[in-house]
């Protein structure tokens, strides 16, 4: 389907139909921007049909965190292995209730053929806060040691460890990690150009900036940065002020096959190499594709 030609209403009409024979849609979109439009301009339809809760709107990016987090949420159980707090269970709401067959539908299904998501990885990490880290942090950025051996000599080295006990390479991975990324912070400002709005430091997606995506250290020298400038407040950094901890890698391209059944709509599959067309086939299930005429009126 072409441009114009209504990917929109096709996939708001689709996702009804499954949801009507008991289906979890899940409608994927490369942008947040376009994702939230649809998803409002047709939830009138799915609430008329009683299945607003079995039809979601996101980007693939959300379709991937939500997958990684149905049984639990891995953040929040790290996060409580490391300082202390215990494990938690707890998943998204979605999952409760009876089974029901998964559908993915995509928005552009070239989206799977882009360099940020064919061959990725998405890379989820909890957050963990305290003053003792808070500290090292500030105290990095503003004297900028450039080696970790110097690091460890420092006081306030030594709180974040006694902190983080029996985790202390913890604390060696996140110094390194930052000052590695003071010394080519630059070429992530050359290579992003970060938006600071509201704030706030956000990135440019596609044809929208969003506030939810991370650059790890990176990002919290950011902070550090726009902060000392001015342009970021004392309450907006105290939040980004955190050590990360990778929970693991998971595959963007492994996502479809964890659907029961992928559909999706592009205005390029006529474009499509043959590579392409035998990753779709092979690689995500999909093996039939049907060509919308072309109407000139």
């Known amino acids: 389907m072409r441009t114009g030609e209504g990917k929109s209403a ?16 899940s409608v994927a979109c490369y942008s947040e921007y376009l994702s939230q439009r649809d998803g409002d301009n047709i939830a009138f339809l799915f609430n008329a049909l009683g299945v607003l809760d079995d039809v979601k709107y996101m980007t693939l990016t959300k379709v991937c965190e939500y997958e990684i987090n149905k049984k639990v949420n891995i953040r929040e159980a790290l996060e409580g292995i490391i300082m202390g707090g215990g494990r938690t269970n707890t998943g998204p709401k979605g999952d409760l209730g009876e089974w029901k067959p998964r559908v993915l539908l995509v928005d552009e299904v070239d989206v799977f053929f882009t360099k940020s998501f064919y061959g990725s990885t998405y890379l989820p990490a909890c957050e963990l806060r305290d003053q003792a880290i808070s500290i090292l942090l500030r105290e990095i950025y503003s004297k900028a040691p450039g080696a970790l051996e110097v690091v460890k000599e420092w006081e306030s080295y030594k709180r ?7 985790w202390e390479f913890l604390v060696d991975t996140a110094v390194s990690s930052m000052l590695g990324g003071m010394e080519c912070f630059g070429e992530h400002v050359a290579e992003t150009q970060y938006v600071v709005k509201d704030d706030a430091i956000g990135y440019r997606e596609q044809d929208s900036v969003v506030f939810n995506v991370s650059y790890g250290y990176l990002t919290l020298i950011a902070y550090l940065k726009e902060n000392q400038a001015g342009n970021i407040s004392e309450h907006s950094l105290s939040k980004n002020l955190k050590l990360l901890v990778e929970c693991g890698e998971f595959l963007f391209a492994r996502l479809p096959q964890d659907f029961d059944l992928v559909m999706g709509v592009t205005g390029t599959l006529e474009t499509m190499s043959p590579a392409e067309r035998g990753i779709v086939r092979e690689d995500y299930a999909i093996r039939r594709m049907v060509y919308m005429p072309f109407l000139l009126i």
């Open 160 to 166: 974040a460890c006694q902190r983080l006990a029996s």
């Open 10 to 25: 096709v996939l708001g009409v689709s996702s009804s139909v499954f949801a009507l024979f008991k289906c979890r849609v």
